[in-house]
């Protein structure tokens, strides 16, 4: 592996929107990088090629993320692709099935925000931990979980309510994994962004978009993908020297308060 990309990460949720964004900005910074999305994901091989254009090391790696079986194949596929892994971006969520009131919300759409956006994210940073924990690694290279929650899990949307309760729940999985792992020299993070155009968004951000520009938030507009990935490309590269476990609150200040 050439010196410029001793850093290896895995982004997961990485075909389009804020995943994508990080994806990019890692080769930018000079990562190998696997992109995660569906298998049979048109978007996701796009990305790929279009990153491979640029001239990035980069690989698809199709799975499931709430398939806990497919994760410790699809980590030795990124190995043997592109290296020893440094760096885990737990990007790959799901909002609601549908907005509405919290005493209508269904078994189905509660299970699927916790599976995708809790479990998932656990059972594959503790993959990404045992991997790294076998091995001796470089001591020149960064190691990083970078989990992707949300302002929701502070913030109240009652009309979301199993997304919110998943958020609070995957930022305390962030918080129990820099407990156990700082010692072993893992750092981990937690981004929590707030109004992001996205596909995620897209129904709703015009409306987020007015209320931002009139003071919802304390930078007056939406944040865009860019945004977070440079924030995720920072942490990944540990331009936070002696920090983990830190919440980065990506909301242009909408969770400040303030009279």
């Known amino acids: 592996m ?4 001793k850093q ?3 982004v997961t949720g990485a075909s389009r929107g804020i995943g994508l964004a990080a994806a990019e900005g ?3 910074a000079g990562f190998a990088v696997a992109l995660n999305g569906l298998p049979g994901d048109a978007e996701l091989d796009a990305a790929v090629a279009r990153l491979s254009a640029g001239g990035a090391r980069v690989v698809a790696t199709p799975f499931d993320v709430s398939d806990l079986s497919a994760y410790e194949p699809a980590l030795q596929s990124v190995e043997a692709a592109l290296g020893p892994l440094t760096t885990l971006v737990n990007n790959a969520g799901v909002g609601v099935l549908r907005r509405g009131d919290l005493l209508e919300v269904t078994e189905e759409s509660w299970d699927r925000c916790l599976t995708v956006n809790t479990k998932a994210m656990f059972f594959l940073s503790q993959c990404f931990a045992r991997l790294l924990l076998s091995r001796t690694r470089a001591a020149d290279s960064f190691h990083a979980i ?3 929650t949300s302002s929701n899990a502070t913030a109240v949307a009652v009309q979301r309510a199993e997304y919110c309760a998943s958020k609070a729940a995957a930022a305390m999985v962030s918080k129990v994994l820099a407990a156990r792992l700082g ?3 893992i750092a981990v993070y937690d981004v929590q962004p707030g109004l992001i155009a996205t596909e995620m968004t897209a129904p709703v951000i015009d409306g987020y978009r007015a209320r931002a520009e009139a003071g919802l938030t304390l930078i007056p507009r939406v944040g865009q993908p860019a945004d977070m990935g440079q924030i995720i490309v920072s942490l ?3 331009r936070l020297p002696y920090t983990t476990g830190q919440v980065i609150s990506a909301d242009g200040g909408m969770l400040v308060p303030r009279f």
């Open 2 to 5: 050439s010196a410029a990309t």
């Open 183 to 185: 010692a072993d020299g």
């Open 8 to 10: 290896v990460a895995l």
């Open 26 to 28: 890692l080769a930018r």
């Open 236 to 238: 990944a590269e540990g």
């Open 146 to 148: 970078v989990n992707v």
